[in-house]
């Protein structure tokens, strides 16, 4: 840890010169380094002292301003101020204007502290700013909904973000568990299966416009399917019985044959249709043949 950083040990944190500079107003972006608020040990206005608790005068100690004064023209760092929001960020300003925002970790890491030059760590600190841009980005976008790995990658080169920062707050937020496919699939799985009614072959292929691998859907449906004991056929009768009622008035032979259609192409499996069709009187006839065939292949072709 640098010099000038906090520190928190127990309940009593031990002042530093970071939390003085935070705590007695460090300058605001855009503000004049001689106008930062004065602490109780800062420097007074130039030609005057201050006075402590027994009157008496103390003496001027050096301000911002007088550290950028002495090291000519050179830019410095003239405060770390926490922001407004989100919490735990910290902008970091470089002869009084905001240079970057970084977490408390980042700052600690390259010894930002106030006074120094900021020569020679500009990358460093525009590398920090930009990984915490992608990341705080992806946070907001996981509190709105959840996410699977790539389809947030996408989400966020689409907006703009350069694929290594999105790489490094990907693995980040998978490190502190915040992103995990695994149980995003499930959850996903589960509200399509058991809410949503749909097939296991139409789960399937959203998890796969997700960025789902294969292998991860497929465990995911097995343990959904097994652990809410769901019933497929009871689902795809379901699933025709409500679809029945919007072809009545129609021929039985259109009927059947848009019944049989609708079913395949919501994904479900041809054995479950042709037998929830014959229970409830809407098998395909003998005309039909070519029907279910064109029925089957669009649900072959719709698989992942």
């Not at 950083?5 to 503000?31: K, L």
């Not at 040990?41 to 301003?65: C, D, E, Y």
């Not at 465990?219 to 009871?234: C, L, N, P, S």
């Not at 259109?254 to 409830?280: K, M, T």
């Amino acid at each position: 840890m640098g010099p000038g950083i906090p520190t928190v040990t127990g309940n009593a944190p031990r002042p530093s010169s970071f939390a003085r500079a935070t705590s007695a107003g460090a300058v605001r972006p855009g503000a004049n380094p001689a106008d930062a608020s004065l602490g109780p040990n800062s420097a007074a206005p130039a030609g005057q002292g201050s006075r402590g608790g027994s009157g008496r005068l103390l003496r001027p100690i050096a301000t911002v301003a007088e550290h950028h004064h002495t090291r000519g023209c050179m830019s410095v760092i003239t405060g770390i101020v926490p922001t407004a929001r989100p919490a735990g960020r910290f902008a970091v300003l470089v002869d009084g204007r905001e240079m970057a925002v970084l977490t408390l970790e980042a700052i600690e890491r390259l010894h930002l502290v106030v006074g120094r030059a900021a020569a020679g760590l500009e990358e460093q600190i525009a590398l920090e700013a930009k990984r915490l841009q992608a990341y705080d980005r992806a946070v907001n976008m996981l509190a709105f909904r959840a996410r699977s790995s790539n389809e947030l990658a996408r989400t966020l080169k689409r907006k703009g973000e350069e694929k290594p920062h999105v790489d490094w707050a990907i693995a980040r937020l998978q490190e502190q568990g915040l992103l995990d496919d695994a149980a995003f699939a499930r959850s996903f799985a589960r509200t399509k299966v058991v809410d949503g009614k749909q097939s296991r072959r139409r789960v399937q292929q959203d998890l796969a416009r997700k960025g789902v691998s294969r292998s991860l859907s497929e465990e995911a449906i097995d343990t959904v399917f097994e652990e809410e004991a769901v019933d497929q056929r009871a689902i795809v009768e379901e699933a025709a019985r409500k679809k029945l009622r919007s072809l009545a008035g129609l021929d039985p032979v259109v009927q059947r044959r848009r019944l049989f259609g609708f079913l395949a192409r919501r994904g479900y499996e041809l054995d479950d249709i042709r037998s929830v069709c014959s229970a409830i009187g809407s098998s395909p006839g003998p005309d039909q043949g070519s029907d279910e065939s064109a029925a089957h292949e669009d649900a072959e072709g719709a698989d992942v």
